[in-house]
């Protein structure tokens, strides 16, 4: 049962436009969510975050938006870069649980 | 400060083989989490250590097992392994805990079984 759900496996921008990647969970009990960013032959690496008593926290260029009553999160970026070219994972935890839940993740392309 | 390490980074085992993967925590952090990513499937988690003891544990079956030593070092084992296990494993640490911490990961161990 995946309780995290990142519904597109792959996501191609242009350089400047806004990327919008997305996430679904089934979980109630998360309150937690956080975004990672993985490039090839490296470990996932921490990009944001959002508690669930928050619809939005913002850093930078990323920004989360947390929706609780559709169980969906985004993260969106802009500027769009080449360097953001990676695969992005969502993940959940509930509080006490000493786990998170990760989805498939997205592979985001930016493009010249 | 050095980031996490896992050692061997490659690994090629055969099929009915055991396996084992070590992993070193930032200094300071006494939560070692354990992942499984295969293509399709994202990060499965594995397990959760803290101060020697497993707090949580994932669905994978019994041939997956862990261990974290007093010095929060972390190593797993995969007994009989089966073609299905080929994935890179990754570590990942946190000062207390990865519900309440930043967890930071390792570069993983790719696993090849033939």
């Known amino acids: 049962d995946q309780q995290v759900k990142q519904n597109s496996p792959s996501l191609s921008v242009q350089e400047g436009r806004i990327s919008i990647l997305n996430c679904d969970y089934t979980?109630?009990?998360?309150?937690?969510f956080l975004w990672y960013k993985k490039y090839p032959a490296e470990g996932p690496t921490f990009l944001i975050s959002?508690?669930?008593?928050?619809d939005k926290n913002e850093d930078g260029r990323f920004t989360v938006f947390l929706n609780k009553s559709a169980k969906h999160l985004s993260l969106h970026i802009v500027p769009s870069q080449p360097g953001d070219s990676a695969v992005y994972f969502c993940?959940?935890?509930?509080?006490?649980?000493?786990?998170?839940?990760f989805g498939t993740g997205t592979q985001l392309k930016v493009e010249l | 400060k050095a980031g996490v390490t896992q050692t061997p980074r490659y690994l090629i085992k055969t099929r009915g083989q055991q396996v084992t993967l070590s992993c070193s925590p930032i200094?300071?952090?006494?939560?070692v989490s354990w992942y499984q990513q295969t293509p399709g499937q994202g990060l499965q988690f594995l397990f959760e250590?803290?101060?020697?003891?497993?707090?949580n544990k994932g669905n994978f079956p019994g041939r997956f097992s862990g261990r974290q030593f007093s010095n929060s070092r972390s190593e797993m084992n995969v007994s009989t392994l089966e073609l299905g296990d080929s994935a890179l494993y990754l570590c990942?640490?946190?000062?207390?805990?990865?519900?309440?911490?930043?967890?930071?990961f390792g570069p993983g161990t790719r696993l090849t079984v033939l």
């Open positions: 990942a640490s946190s000062v207390t805990s990865p519900s309440t911490d930043t967890q930071y």
């Open positions: 979980n109630s009990m998360f309150d937690y």
């Open positions: 959002i508690s669930s008593i928050k």
């Open positions: 993940a959940a935890t509930a509080g006490g649980g000493n786990k998170l839940t």
């Open positions: 200094s300071g952090h006494r939560s």
């Open positions: 250590y803290f101060s020697e003891t497993q707090r």
